[in-house]
C-alpha cells in the first residue's frame, strides 16, 4: 500500500511541476495558434517545465528564500503569471510591428492509419516492457553515479537552500603531514541536474532511497525518445523525394521506424537504461534537451517562426545549466550545421543571412536573449564556469582514452544496425540535393561533427573522454537510419498506376533481412545488458549500517568505508548529509595506480591499516571508524589491541580504532 | 466551442498510451524497490552490534533478526572467562538489546571482551 500512495503522490508531483507549467507556458508564447501537434506541446512542456523550475529555484535561492512546498508552489504561480502576462503583451507588439504571414498557419495533420497506430502502441508496449524489466532489477539505489547525484539533492531538500558544490580532500601539508583540507570547490556537479529531483521531493516528500530518482530519469529516458520522433517527423517534408513512394515516406512511418530503431531496439545499452539505472543525469537530461533543441531550432529556420527561434534559445540556456559536456556537444552540432548549410547554399549565402537576420531581430528572440544574459550575469553563472572546468575539456587530447575510439567501437557503442544504417543514410544524404535542406544540413552536421568528436577529437582540440562523446552518436545515427530505412522501403514502391521496380518476393526477402539484422543487433546488446540478480540483501545490510553509523556520529568520528567492495556505499554519505567526501572512500584500485599523485590514505588505511604509513595516515587524518566487507577485507582489523569491532552483519563489518 | 479541439485524435491516442504505460510502470517500480528493501521479504539476515559504540566501558548490545532462525544464544568472555551467557527468541523484523550489566572488576581490560551471538549455524562477534 505504502508503494502504490508514494508512486501515485510522486506522480502528480511529477505531472503539477514537470507538465503543467510547460503547457501554460506554450499557450502563452503561442497563443491560440495550431502550430504545434500534440505531440510536440506534450513533449515540449516537459522540457520547458524543466527548464522553468530550475530558474525559478536558481533565482529563489540567491534571493534567500527557503525551499519548501509553499514558496515552490507560489513561485510557479507567480512566474507563470508573470510569463503569461508578459508574452501576451509581447505577441501583442509582434502583431501589430512585426506582422508575420505565417500566423495561424495549421499544425501538420499526423494521422496515423490503424495499421500505424497498432504497431506505434507495440513499439511503445516492448520498449516500456524491455525497459521496466531491467530497471525491476536496478530500482534499488545502488549506483554510485545516482548516489553522488543524490547527496546533492537531497543536500538541497533538507536545508532548503542552493548548495555549494565542494568536498573535502585529503591532503599533504607543508610539514609532511596528511589533514584533511577545507572544502574545495568541484566542476563535476551542476545545479540544474540536481533541482528537479529536489523539486519533487520538497513538495512530494519522497524518500531519496525510494524509485523515485531512478523512475524520473526514466521518465527522462522515454521522453527522449518521443523528442526524438517529433524531430523525426518534421524532417518529412523537407527530405520526401518525388520519386519514391509518398505514401510510404510519410512522417508516420518515419516515427514508426525511429521508434522501432530507439524503442524496442538498444534499449537498455547506454545511452539508454543504463544510463537510467547508472544515474548517468546529465547525459540522460542531455539526451533529452538536444534532440528538442535542434527541433525547435529546425522549425525556427524552416518556417522563419521567431518565436521557434526563442524556445530553441530557451532551452539551450536550460541545457547549458544542467549538462556542461551536452552543451558542448551541443554547440558543436549548431556549428557545424550551420557551416554546411552555408557551404551546401553558397551562392544564396547573402540570402540565407538577411533569413537568419529577420529572425534573430524580432520580439521573442530577443527577450530570451536579454533574459539569459540577465540571468546569466546577474543571478548565476553555471558552475564549470565559475571553477574554470572548460579549460580543462580543451586542448590536446592528454591522455589515451581521450584521443578516440575506434570504428569497432563505435559499431558497438552505437549498435551495428544503426551504424550500418546510418552509414548508409549519410552517403545517400549527402550525395542528393536535400544535403542543402536544412533536414539535410541538421542530420548530416549532427552526425558528422559527432562523427569527428568521437574518432579524431583531437582535430578539433577536445579533450574529454572518447567513449562519453561516442554515447552522443547513437541519437544521429539512429534519427538517419530511420530515415534511410524509410527511403529504401519507398524506393520499393512506386506511385499507382507506376510500373513497379522489383518483384514482391525481393521486397519481402529485404524487410525480412533488415528486420531480423536489426532485431537482432539490437535485441543481443539488450541481452548483454540485463542485470544476472538483484544486490537487495547486501545493498539493505550497507544502509543498515550506515543508519548504525549516522545514529552515534560524533563531530569527530571520521569514517573510512570501501568502495570496491560494498554494494551502494555511495548512498552511504546520504545518511550523513556532512561533506561530499564523507564517509572517506577507499576507491577503486585502479585508480591509484593509475594516479601515483592520488593520495594514497585512503587505500593504506583499509589495505595496510597496521604498517607504518597506514598508522601514519589514521594518526594525522583523525580516522577512527573503517567500514569494509569481512569477505574481503575483515583479517588485516581482526583481534589486536588496536580494534574494536562495534557492529557486524553478512556483508558489513565496523571497526572502531582504540 | 469547436468539438473537435477535445477530439481524441491518434497523437492524443498515443499520449494517452503513454501515460497508461508510465503510470504502470511507475507503479511496479516503486512496489518492487518497498519489496527489495524490506529488510523482511524473502531475505534472512541479523546483526549484532554494539548499543553504545561511543562508550567504550559499555558493553550492552544489541540483535536485530531478519532472518528465518528465531532463537539465538550468546555468550560474554573475556580472559577466556565466560563473563555471562543466556538464550533469547527474536521474530522477524524484531530488535532486542541486552543489557550486559556486566561487574567491571572481572573485566581485564588489557585483552578484548568478545560478544559471541549464534543463531543456528550462523555465529557472529563482536569485541571491544
Redesign the interface.
Known sequence: MHALFSSLIFLVVTGILFFVPGFFLLRAVFGTQKTLSSLETFVLSFGLSIGLINFLMLILGKAGVLFTPLSLIIGIIASLLSVTLFASLVRFVSKKFFPSKKEGLPTEKNTFSKKQLWLFYLLLVLTFAIKVIYLSHAVLPTSTDLGHHMYWAKLITETGTLPFYAEQEIITNDAGNYELSDPKPIADFIIGEHLPFSAISIIGKSDYFSAFPVVFLFLVNILSLFALIIFTMRLASELRIPTLSQSLFSPQNLALSALFLFGPLYSLASPQAKFVSGGVVGNTFGNFFIPLILFSYYRAFTEKRPAYLALGFFFTFALAYIHHLSTLVLLFVLIASALLYILFNASTVADTFIAWWRLLFAPAPILVILFACTFFFGIALPTYIETHAVDTAIGTPTKTTRTGLSYLQITFSSGEARVALGMAGIALLLSLAKRKSYAGAFLLGWSLILLTMSLKPGWLFLDIPSNRIGTYLSFPLGVISAVALIWIFASFKKEEGSPKLFPPVLILAFFFTAFVFASGSGSFDNGQTLLPKSKGLATLQTFHAAQYLAEHNRPTDIILKDHNYITGDAWMKLFFLRDYFYPLSRGFFKRYEDNPNREQCTLLMISTPNTPKGEKCFAETGTNIVVVNPSFDGTQFEKGNKWMRIYTGDTIHIYERK | MNANKYML???????L??FV???F?????????????D?NKN?S??????T???D?TDTDFTI?NYGISRSFTYQIENDKKILSEGNLTLNIGEKQTIDTSLDQARINTNV?LSIRVSSGEEK?????
Not at chain 2, 485524435?9 to 499520449?15: A, G, S, V, W
Not at chain 2, 511507475?26 to 528493501?37: D, M, S, V
Open positions: 485524435t491518434d497523437q492524443r491516442k498515443i499520449i498510451a503513454f504505460l508510465f503510470i510502470s511507475t507503479i511496479f517500480l516503486f512496489w518492487q524497490n518497498e519489496q527489495e528493501l529488510p531475505k539476515w541479523w546483526t549484532l552490534s554494539f553504545n559504540p561511543n567504550e536485530e578484548p557472529k562477534e563482536i569485541y571491544r
